[in-house]
C-alpha cells in the first residue's frame, strides 16, 4: 500500500492537500537520475544558469496571491503580510548577482612554465531539506546557490508546506531549470536518510529541530557527506540604559511574536536594563493587547494560528511550567484562542533562566523578560543557552554595541534590529544551533568544493 502524508491546516483542522511519499525505489531512481543531469548542467555557462534562476523567481513574483493564501492555508500566516515574496526575491537576487565573483578561479600562476589555479566546482547533487515556518525563504537560501553554482537539487519540504515545493518546482521548470535537475520530492524519514546513508546524494543541507539535525549527522556518518545545519535558537534581546524605549519595544516585540513567534531568530528572551524594567514592560504588554489573534485569511488579522496543534501545545506546557514555578502572565486570554492552534500571545515577568520557557526553544508566541544592571550581567544572561543563532541589542552606542557582541556566543549579532537575514551576511550559528555557511558569497565556498590544478607546462 502506497504511504500517503496529510497536510492539516491549522485554520479549521482539515485536510488541506494529501500527497503519496515516494517509495525507496523510487526515491533512488530520482537521485541517480538528478546525478546524471548535474555534468550537463554545471557545463552550461554559469550566466545561463544565474538567468533561469532569475526567471524562476520572477514567475513566483506574479503569483504573490497566491503565495499568501495557501501560506494560510498551510501553516496559519494572515494573508494581510502577503507571503514571503519580498525576503524570497532578496535572497535570491542577491545570490545571483555575487555568483560569478564568488565562483572564479584563484589563479596562483599563469606563466611560460606553469598555470596554478584553485576552482570552485559542484558537489554534485544537493539534498535541500527545508522548514514549514518561512517555507519558500528557507528553501530559496539554499536552492538558488546551489543550482547557480552547478548543482543538481533535490527539495524535501515540511509536511506542513508541501505545496510549496510544489509551487518552487513549477516556477523553476517554467524557467527551464531541467526536471531532473531540480526535484520536489514527498520523502519518509527512513528513506531520507537513506538517501544519505548509501551515498544517493553529496551535500545535505537541513533546517529543522536539533533532534532532525542529529539524525542528519548520523545518517551521514562515515560517508564523509557536508553536512550543514541550522537548528533554532533560544534568541535573546537586550535593551541598554542609552536605548530608545519605543524603538526596542516595537523592535523586540515584533521579533518575539511575528509569524506566531514561529521564527528560527524570533527573540525569545528579553534582558532589559533596571531603568527601563518597569516602562519597557508596561509597552510590551501593550504591545501585545493591540495585536488581534484569529483567521488568518481575514484582513484584520495580526496574528494567525501556530501551523499545528502539537506545537501550540508544547507552548502551553512551557507558559504553565512557568507559573507553576512562580512566573506571572500579563496578557488575558484572547477570545479566539481556542485552546488548540489559535494561541493568546503571552508576556512574562518574574521569570528565571532555570525555566525552560527561558531555556528550551519556544518556537511560539511567547517572551520572558527579567531586568540586569548591567553589561556584563546581559552578557552572561545571554550566553547561557544551548543555543546560538542570533542577538539583539538596542542601544544608541555603536562601539559599546560591538564590544558586547564580540562576547556573544551567537552566530549573529544585530543592533536596533532583530529577526532578519542579510543576504550579504553569512547566515550560521553555533552550539546546539548546528553549523553551516548560508547567504552571502561564503555559501557558494560551502556548496562547491576547492579544487586545484598544477599544470606544468613544457
Not at 511560539?364 to 527579567?370: F, L, Q, S, T
Request: charged share 20%; glycine share 8%; with cysteine.
Amino acid at each position: 500500500m502506497t504511504k500517503t502524508v496529510d497536510l492539516i491546516s491549522p485554520i479549521d483542522g482539515s485536510v488541506y492537500l494529501t500527497r503519496d511519499v515516494l517509495s525507496h525505489g523510487a526515491a533512488f531512481d530520482a537521485a541517480k537520475r538528478a546525478a546524471d543531469a548535474q555534468s550537463d548542467w554545471a557545463a552550461r555557462p554559469v550566466s545561463e544558469r544565474i538567468a533561469l534562476v532569475r526567471k524562476a523567481g520572477e514567475i513566483i513574483g506574479r503569483q504573490t496571491d497566491r503565495m499568501a493564501t495557501e501560506l494560510a492555508h498551510q501553516m496559519g500566516r494572515p494573508i494581510r503580510y502577503g507571503g514571503e515574496y519580498g525576503g524570497f526575491n532578496e535572497r535570491l537576487s542577491y545570490m545571483a548577482d555575487v555568483a560569478e565573483e564568488s565562483l572564479v578561479p584563484m589563479q596562483i600562476e599563469d606563466s611560460a612554465t606553469a598555470r596554478r589555479v584553485i576552482k570552485r566546482v559542484p558537489w554534485g547533487v544537493v539534498l535541500v531539506v527545508a522548514p514549514w515556518n518561512y517555507p519558500y525563504m528557507t528553501a530559496i537560501n539554499t536552492v538558488a546557490p546551489a543550482l547557480i553554482a552547478g548543482n543538481s537539487v533535490i527539495l524535501k519540504h515540511a509536511g506542513q508546506t508541501l505545496a510549496v515545493g510544489e509551487h518552487l518546482a513549477e516556477a523553476l521548470h517554467a524557467a527551464g531549470v531541467p526536471a531532473d535537475v531540480f526535484q520536489n520530492l514527498v520523502l519518509d524519514h527512513d528513506t531520507t536518510s537513506a538517501l544519505i546513508n548509501e551515498r544517493a546524494v553529496d551535500f545535505v543541507n537541513f533546517t529543522g529541530s536539533v533532534g532532525g539535525g542529529q539524525a542528519m549527522e548520523r545518517a551521514a556518518a562515515g560517508t564523509f557527506i557536508p553536512v550543514s545545519t541550522e537548528l533554532g535558537g533560544k534568541d535573546p534581546g537586550y535593551v541598554r540604559a542609552d536605548a530608545d524605549l519605543d524603538a526596542a519595544v516595537d523592535g523586540l516585540m515584533d521579533g518575539a511574536m511575528f509569524n506566531a513567534g514561529q521564527c528560527c531568530c524570533g527573540i525569545e528572551r528579553i534582558y532589559v536594563h533596571e531603568s527601563h524594567y518597569d516602562q519597557f514592560v508596561e509597552k510590551a504588554v501593550a504591545w501585545v493587547n493591540a495585536q488581534k489573534l484569529g483567521n488568518p485569511l481575514e484582513q484584520d488579522t495580526t496574528m494567525g494560528p501556530m501551523a499545528n496543534v502539537r506545537f501550540a501545545n508544547e507552548v502551553r506546557a512551557q507558559i504553565e511550567e512557568a507559573l507553576a514555578d512562580g512566573a506571572t502572565a500579563l496578557i488575558g486570554t484572547m477570545p479566539a484562542d481556542d485552546g488548540g492552534a489559535y494561541l493568546t500571545p503571552q508576556v512574562l515577568t518574574n521569570v528565571t533562566q532555570k525555566m525552560r520557557v527561558m531555556r528550551d526553544e519556544s518556537f511560539g508566541p511567547v517572551v520572558g523578560i527579567m531586568p540586569v544592571k548591567d553589561d556584563d550581567e546581559a552578557i552572561s544572561l545571554m550566553n547561557d543557552s544551548q543555543f546560538g543563532l542570533t542577538a539583539a541589542i538596542f542601544s544608541n552606542d555603536a562601539v559599546a554595541v560591538e564590544a558586547i557582541a564580540d562576547r556573544l556566543e551567537t552566530g549573529t549579532v544585530f543592533m536596533n534590529r532583530c529577526d532578519y537575514l542579510d543576504p550579504a551576511l553569512c547566515w550560521t550559528g553555533c552550539k546546539d544551533t548546528g553549523r553551516g555557511q548560508g547567504l552571502s558569497k561564503l555559501a557558494y565556498q560551502a556548496l562547491t568544493r576547492p579544487k586545484s590544478y598544477h599544470l606544468k607546462k613544457a
